[in-house]
């Protein structure tokens, strides 16, 4: 017997999660689609948060449906508006890494009031998506712990 609380047990194994423990596949989009084709994409992934890159597919903003709905309030063409005007670009992007712990992750989509951050992987010139972190990945780790499944 260790002494230790089932609480203190809890939070032990809660501070041990990792990102990539729970991480989602990413979704992303070259910067100069349309937001048009970027509503698309977003209903037929099923995603709420897409990340755009360039050609050298490195990371260079986030298109959330905020974004999408505050152009499409405007009157313009949203076939003739790429992406890259109405996302929020780098280096305004929360990021995070698959080593970073599940809590500091969760820790950035509070204070920023986002859904989600992209997981990345730098590379020479920039940073690789590899994983999205959303609400969803942070939700699914509490069921776990409260089934525990992380035993
Ligand atoms: P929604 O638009 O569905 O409410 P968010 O709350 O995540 O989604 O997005 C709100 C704003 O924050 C948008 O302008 C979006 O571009 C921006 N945003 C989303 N994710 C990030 C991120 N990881 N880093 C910086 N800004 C972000």
Redesign the pocket.
Known sequence: FTGKTGSELLTEKLKKFKVHEYQALPVVVQEDVSAYDAICTMFLEDV??LFVINEQSLLVG??????LLRASIGNQDLTSVPVHII??RMP????CTKDDLLLDAAQKLIE???????VVKPVENGMEVIGRLTKTSVTKALVELATDQHL
Do not use: E, F, W
């Open positions: 709420g948060t986030v298109l959330s449906r905020k974004d996302m929020t305004n992007v929360s990021i920023k009031q986002i859904d989600g951050l992209p």
